[in-house]
């Protein structure tokens, strides 16, 4: 994928759900995974020539789990010229040496998001950036309606009143392959994910499911997304 191409899967979300005005200072929630680095990417250049102005920070949660070596994204972030945060936590260690949680990504995800918000509003951020792609947000919904009974998904603009911040996420139109190629293509370097439970989740379940199904049902993920962005789940009202 040319960057041109992300540049506009990324402004049309951002069109669409009216994510960024004037005076935003975002912070963009990175893992050093080939979405967050496509998202910092491409807002990065996107500020500078939309017609609304905004900043942007990147901040990365280490879980402190062996292997976690950021050293690559904070050369990019010092090659593009972004500010770039690094918060130590003992996520890892709580959740598998202290917890051994059976089904970690829930609290992983909670302990995180906790993380990256108290940052974020230390920094003085308004919105908090997410690389969910439009992959997540087809596999959010699937795995909202097998396993909770109800129908939701990732919602593309959702404010977070306790700490007044809204969360963003303006990669909800790029394919997952897309984003791959586009790491692929221009050669960039990625962070692989420490965590032990990566790719034996229940996300990992149910993107497999769907790969299955995509054998039998013609574009199966366009007409799901569709469906999703037609439907009254809050947040996704243009």
Known sequence: MKHQRLLSYVRRAVDDYKMIEDGDKI????????????LLLALNDLKRFYPKKFE???IT???????SDYSAVKELCDKIGVNYTVI??????????????????????KMRKGALND????????????????DDIIETFFMSLFF?????????????????LYSIRPLMYVPEKEAKSY?????????????????????QEIKELIHELSKTYTNLDGKVFSAISRSNIRGWEK
């Open 27 to 38: 912070a963009i929630g990175i893992s050093g995974g080939k979405d967050s680095i496509c």
């Open 56 to 58: 942007i920070e990147a």
């Open 61 to 67: 949660v280490s879980l402190g789990l062996p292997g």
């Open 88 to 109: 130590e936590t003992d996520i890892g260690q709580i959740i598998f040496e202290e917890r051994k949680e059976k089904n970690p990504c829930s609290l992983c995800a």
């Open 119 to 134: 940052m974020a509003e230390s920094l003085g951020c308004n919105k908090i950036a997410l690389g969910h792609n439009k």
């Open 148 to 164: 909770e009974g109800r129908i939701n998904t990732f919602a593309p603009v959702s404010y977070l009143d306790r700490k007044k």
């Open 183 to 203: 790491i692929k293509q221009n050669e960039i370097s990625i962070v692989k994910s420490p965590c032990p439970a990566d790719g034996e989740t229940k996300r």
